[in-house]
């Protein structure tokens, strides 16, 4: 079985990642999406970008995220008779992200970090639609297959007695990411996850696990948009 992969945070930077890593729950505790230092739209709109970017880049640079991004966004924003608004949709921005494999993988729990995810696909330990698949990158379609094997798995390990049969052994600190997204069908006893369609907004919500506001994702879709850097 591969390493466990740890990538340092920083904690001056304040970013929150895609990991299980106590440090998170540190910086998720001293967060605050604006000082009083920053006092301009402009300066509001490259934070949101900056944090949205250093929880959903999975190690992409920013032109590698300008050739996937995409300007146009559902139009769900909108209220029907009663029923409140839906959450603003720039939260679906990133949306296209979680069609990754590595990503498939963290949202699935079955690694403890995006890093952990890229490192066990390199490894040929998961297999896309019954075929081996080592590329983190590539982005899945509606429907598609992912399963693990259970041996990389990080919370299942080899009981004392030697049985065949693996144990559950929950990680520290692991409690607070245990939520699984609605476009995401996972099968425990399998190790597989089938992947059902890119995230929504309904009203008052979005599918999008993120540790930020739609609000705040909506700037730095502006910050974008602003720029003149969306591609088609």
């Known amino acids: 079985m591969p390493r466990k992969s740890v990538r340092p945070l920083k904690l001056s930077r304040q970013l929150i990642c895609l990991s299980w890593n106590p440090r998170n729950l540190y910086q998720l505790a001293l967060k605050r999406l604006f ?46 008779g009663g029923l409140s608004s839906h959450a603003n949709t720039a939260s679906l921005m990133y949306a296209c ?79 607070p990411w245990m939520f699984l997204p609605e476009y995401l069908e996972v099968n425990y006893n399998t190790c597989s996850t089938v992947f059902l369609r890119e995230p929504l907004t309904s009203p008052g919500m979005t599918e999008l696990p993120s540790p930020y506001p739609p609000d705040f994702h909506a700037l730095a879709y502006r910050f974008y948009m602003r720029r003149g850097r969306a591609t088609k």
């Open 35 to 80: 000082s009083a230092r920053q006092k301009t739209l402009f300066q509001h709109m490259w934070k949101a970008k900056r944090d949205t970017r250093g929880y959903h880049d999975a190690n992409i640079t920013e032109r590698q995220w300008l050739r996937m991004f995409n300007d146009q966004l559902p139009t769900l924003n909108m209220k029907t």
């Open 97 to 175: 992200m979680e069609r990754r494999l590595d990503f498939i993988l963290f949202r699935s729990h079955f690694v403890s970090s995006i890093w952990m995810a890229r490192q066990i696909i390199v490894h040929k330990k998961v297999k896309l639609n019954g075929k081996t698949f080592p590329y983190p990158s590539h982005r899945v379609k509606d429907g598609d297959v992912i399963a693990v094997d259970p041996e990389a798995v990080v919370t299942l390990k080899k009981p004392a007695d030697g049985s065949k049969e693996l144990d559950f052994v929950p990680q520290p600190y692991q409690q």
